[in-house]
Every structure is written in C-alpha cells, then in structure tokens.
C-alpha cells in the first residue's frame, strides 16, 4: 500500500492529540523550506534539529507573518520542545526519517519560539 501522509497524521492523532493536525502539514512544508535554505547545491540532505526549528520558524514567518507566533499557539506549538514533539511523532509515524545520534531532546531549550517569531515585528 503507498504511503499516505493523511493516514500517518490521522495515526498521530489517535496516540497524541496535543497538536493540531495542521501543525503536521505544516511541519512538512517546512522540512521542505528548510532543506531548500540549508542544503543548497546538493549538500547532505540531513538538518540538525537547530536548523529544521530555524527554518521552521522562518517558513511560518514567511507564510503568517506577524500572526505566526497566534497561528502555532492555536495549534498547540509554544516552544521549541513542541516542534521537536512534532517532529519525532512524524519519525515514529514513518514520515520522516533520522540518523544515528539525532533525538528529540536536540530540540529542548533552542531559542524561544516568541522572540523569533516577534522580532522582525518589534519597533
């Protein structure tokens, strides 16, 4: 049977619904945005955790705007922990793959998802 990335969120969904199923869809465009920034040129396709939660953060800068910050908070996403929450469950799920020394705890303390998300807005 193919893979159907629906049927991996609906799974998400039933063992954790602490995120919204929209935070899924848009973390994998934001895997994409990410590996568009950071992997140009035909670099080794793997992010750190650091680089997909940057780039996450710049791919709902650029998509929401100023509203980024209300957009993630409605579903569910406050801190960085959260994206690497997100991002494990895509792993676990079979969406998204990972090397050997990556972890979930990788995404624990990076800068505050606010202070990115509010910046490019402060006077």
């Given at each position: 049977m ?6 991996a ?9 602490t995120y919204?199923?929209?935070?899924y869809a848009?973390?994998?465009q934001?895997?994409d945005y990410s590996?568009e920034?950071y992997?140009k040129g ?9 680089e ?12 929401y ?5 209300t ?6 996403v ?5 994206v690497g ?10 969406v998204?793959?990972r ?9 624990n303390?990076l ?5 990115l998300?509010d ?5």
């Open positions: 193919p893979f159907n990335f629906e049927d969120v609906e799974g998400i969904m039933r063992r954790d619904a919204a199923p929209a935070a848009f973390m994998r934001a895997m590996m920034q992997h035909g670099e080794q396709p793997h992010l750190s955790a650091e997909l939660y940057l780039g996450f953060c710049a791919c709902a800068l650029q998509e705007g100023p509203l980024a910050a957009v993630l908070e409605h579903w569910g406050t801190e960085s922990a959260d929450s997100i991002v494990y469950n895509l792993i676990h799920a079979g998204f793959g090397q050997e020394g990556d972890t979930q705890e990788q995404f303390n800068e505050p998802l606010a202070g998300l910046t490019p807005y402060m006077p």
